[in-house]
């Protein structure tokens, strides 16, 4: 199945000591409408799958500054993404440690598209999950 191929693929990252956002389940109407507050991105010729053959690249692009964005196939299609603010308030989240931009931006995204989970990986090597602009986990 894929999950275990995304959880070998968030460990080798957690692990490099780069902070990083993965935004999975994108369509591809979001991908390709000029609106989606994502900018600057490299879109890869075919989507990569999450195949182990395909992990230690997918972990190299994560290093990358930007977001790897995932669709809704859990494909990786595009690579240093930068997200754009978006006009949304959200309250702070009670159970966000105040977490830095990366944080911020994924929750904000996450509130843009409700149907997408935002993956974000600290620098000090802890997970959180956002769906809905909110905190969903923290994985440490």
């Not at 995304?6 to 902070?19: A, F, I, M, N, Y």
């Not at 409408?33 to 989507?47: F, G, K, M, S, Y």
Request: charged share 20%; net charge neutral; aromatic share 6%.
């Amino acid at each position: 199945g894929v999950l275990p191929l995304l959880k070998s693929l968030l460990d080798q990252v957690r692990h490099s000591g780069h902070g990083t956002i993965f935004l999975a389940g994108l369509t591809g109407s979001q991908l390709d409408d000029p609106h989606t507050p994502i900018e600057n991105q490299v879109r890869l010729a075919w989507p990569a799958p999450l195949s182990e053959v395909w992990l230690q690249h997918l972990a190299g692009l994560a290093k990358s500054d930007g977001a790897v964005i995932l669709n809704d196939h859990l494909e990786v299609c595009q690579f240093r993404a930068r997200l754009k603010p978006v006009n949304i308030c959200l309250l702070p989240d009670r159970d966000d440690l105040g977490g830095g931009m990366r944080h911020q931006v994924t929750r904000e995204f996450t509130a843009y598209a409700p149907g997408v989970l935002g993956i974000c990986v600290s620098q000090d090597s802890y997970i959180s999950l956002y769906r809905h602009g909110k905190l969903v986990s923290r994985l440490y």
